[in-house]
């Protein structure tokens, strides 16, 4: 992941998160989330497989979804 300066790691785990949250009903692809945070989808990649290891979210097939 890219150095961010404090705090801006956690910032960016939220917004993932909140993108998770708004799509709960249907799950969110990564070049969705992407194109809604206008990120790279290599970057929402990364914040997603870190919120899986955490325990915040969840793939089943393309979709993610936020588990808490």
Same mark, same amino acid.
């Given at each position: 992941?890219? /150095? !961010?300066? *404090?705090? &801006?790691?956690?910032?960016? #785990? *939220?917004?993932?998160? +909140?993108? !998770?949250? &708004?799509?709960?009903?249907?799950?969110?692809?990564? #070049?969705?989330?992407?194109? @809604? !945070?206008?990120?790279? =989808?290599?970057?929402?990649?990364?914040? @997603? =497989? +870190? @919120? /899986?290891?955490? &325990?915040?979210?969840? *793939?089943?097939? /393309?979709?993610?979804? #936020? /588990? *808490?």
């Amino acid at each position: 992941m890219a /150095r !961010l300066f *404090k705090g &801006g790691q956690e910032r960016k #785990s *939220k917004q993932m998160q +909140g993108v !998770l949250r &708004g799509n709960e009903a249907t799950g969110v692809t990564e #070049s969705e989330a992407a194109d @809604l !945070l206008g990120w790279e =989808r290599r970057t929402v990649n990364n914040y @997603l =497989r +870190g @919120l /899986r290891n955490s &325990g915040n979210a969840e *793939k089943k097939a /393309r979709a993610w979804f #936020s /588990r *808490k």
